[in-house]
């Protein structure tokens, strides 16, 4: 399984602290922490971008990243979340 994840508006690091660290922990809790791969997303997270609706140049690296999934490990499950 491949986890993709998005971390809150204001958060440290490319998971966040609040809800990214846990969850990836949930997962691998179910599944077996040697059958999950995890990348957070690198992007700001700043209030401009929530303001907006979101930010583009994030959004446009996570669908790279799906695509990047997609292309190298087509018969992994993939999880794309995030938390706001």
């Known amino acids: 399984m491949t986890v993709l994840f998005a971390r809150g508006t204001t958060e ?3 998971m ?4 990214g660290p ?5 997962i691998g809790a179910m599944m ?8 957070g997303i690198e992007y700001p997270a ?3 971008g929530f303001l907006a609706g979101g930010d583009k140049a994030g959004s446009a690296l996570m ?4 695509g990047m999934v997609r292309a190298q490990c087509p018969d992994t499950s993939l999880v794309m ?3 706001s």
């Open 63 to 66: 669908a790279q990243m799906v």
């Open 16 to 19: 966040g602290t609040v809800a």
């Open 81 to 83: 979340a995030g938390y």
């Open 46 to 48: 700043d209030i401009p």
């Open 22 to 26: 846990p969850f990836v922990s949930a």
């Open 32 to 39: 077996g922490a040697d059958n999950v791969a995890v990348q």
């Open 12 to 14: 440290t690091g490319n």
